[in-house]
């Protein structure tokens, strides 16, 4: 059974092609891992899943999102699937969360909506937040309820954008470089959140990042991209310690190479 297929995705300007002809498919339940610099094409892919692109930016070939064709589709179509089939969390949580808004507000606008939808109250509500805080391990949920964003630190904004993606209880969820704005420690801390939660609620995870060992912790299988084209792909392990493509092995290299510098092994 496939969760999300993506068959020959082109997406271009009238100038260029960012992405070109590019495939694969995630099950439920699976993590998979795309990989590739800056520019390499990984995010608007991203944004070609959800049926957020740019309007400048056109899409051929085929996205299938849990049984729904989301190439070409109507606004309304793919409204519904976001939340409930799609969530995503963004590279930099100060600029997806609302400024001028509390973070219990926040959390509790796809709570609500969802929540609705069963005839649920305003104390269920409540609850629900307060459940969502605890489960992606917020601390002193009272003060961070009437936090702001700015009043917080990087990684607790991004454990907010955690809650708010998982409100909607979302079958696949998209992770866009989601510890490249922290610090080492915040980022281990929030990729073994992410790992704890898809494990425990049975979501499928696109993992996107630079980061080859980041992505090898987190994946079962990957895809390198490079200026908009897979260059390699097959399961984590096979990838990343014995890459086939010249571009795979130069990342590897480079990546033991600053392993090895941070241990003084260099």
Do not use: W
Not at 33 to 61: C, F, M, N, W
Not at 80 to 105: C, H, I, K, N, W
Not at 219 to 235: F, I
């Amino acid at each position: 059974m496939t969760l999300l297929s993506v068959e020959n995705l082109t997406l271009a300007t009238r100038d260029a092609r960012l992405v070109e002809d590019l495939s694969f498919t995630i099950a439920p339940g699976e993590r998979f891992g795309l990989i590739g610099e800056s520019g390499s094409g990984k995010s608007l892919t991203s944004l070609a899943v959800t049926g957020l692109l740019p309007q400048a930016i056109r899409a051929t070939g085929r996205i299938t999102l849990d049984g729904t064709e989301v190439t070409g589709a109507p606004e309304s179509r793919l409204t519904a699937l976001r939340g409930s089939a799609v969530a995503t969390v963004f590279q930099e949580p100060l600029t997806a969360l609302d400024p001028l808004m509390p973070l219990g507000r926040q959390i509790a606008g796809p709570v609500r909506r969802r929540l609705k939808r069963e005839g649920a109250d305003t104390a269920a509500v409540a609850a629900e937040v307060r459940a969502l805080m605890e489960q992606v391990r917020l601390p002193d949920p009272d003060r961070l309820l009437r936090a702001y964003p700015h009043e917080v630190s990087g990684g607790q904004r991004q454990r907010v954008a955690i809650a708010m993606a998982l409100a909607c209880r979302p079958k696949l969820l998209i992770a866009d470089e989601p510890t490249t704005a922290l610090d080492v420690t915040t980022q281990a801390e929030i990729v073994t959140l992410l790992l704890d939660l898809v494990r425990e609620r049975g979501i499928a995870l696109l993992f996107i990042s630079h980061d080859l060992a980041v992505v090898g912790q987190v994946a079962e299988r990957v895809m390198v991209m490079r200026h908009g084209r897979a260059v390699e792909s097959g399961t984590a392990a096979q990838v990343l310690t014995a890459p086939r493509d010249e571009y795979t092995r130069t990342l590897v290299a480079a990546a033991r190479r600053f392993d090895d510098a941070l241990e003084g092994r260099g």
